[in-house]
């Protein structure tokens, strides 16, 4: 039962976490402000701004992988690679993240995707550097102690 309670908590601090590292980055972008009128509805901005989220929420899964498991069992792509993959998406969410927010000419609600592409800068960050993390353990692994690199 306290266990339960524990990894509650920890889920409620992490979205609480998370989502005000959103709203920091809305508000230092200068997008914090709601829209005048508010579309619903799917837009091709806000189509574009899901599936970066989409992508750097998989670097973040794949980081958190690599590094609760041991280097040798991360997938089919076993050791650095997968790691390196795991990077890559999430630098990928990053970029597309700060583009999102780069294009946008209004805030949440305009239709522009802009909580999405925040959303996606944050875990871009976050898979980051869970990813860089679990390369420089595989890295470490790979090595070993008296082994040459």
């Known amino acids: 039962m306290k266990r339960t309670i524990a ?23 200068h997008l914090s402000a709601p829209s005048a009128t508010t579309i619903y509805g799917v837009t091709p901005r806000r189509l574009w701004a899901t599936s970066v989220v989409v992508l750097a929420l998989a670097g973040v899964v ?26 890559v998406t999430s ?16 805030g949440p609600g305009s239709g522009n995707g802009v909580v999405g592409g925040a959303a996606a800068l944050v875990l871009g960050v976050i898979g980051m550097v869970l990813g860089a993390l679990a390369l420089v353990r595989s890295r470490r692994i790979s090595i070993g102690p008296g082994r040459v690199a």
């Not at 889920?11 to 590292?21: H, K, M, P």
């Not at 630098?91 to 209004?106: R, T």
């Open 91 to 106: 630098l990928v969410g990053l970029i597309n993240g700060v583009l999102v927010l780069a294009v946008a000419n209004g």
């Open 62 to 87: 794949g980081g958190g992988l690599a590094l609760a498991r041991p280097a040798r069992s991360f997938g089919a792509a076993s050791g650095p690679l997968g790691v390196i993959a795991t990077f």
């Open 7 to 29: 990894v509650t908590l920890a889920v409620l601090a992490a979205a609480a976490l998370f989502g005000g590292l959103v709203h920091a980055v809305l508000t230092a972008a």
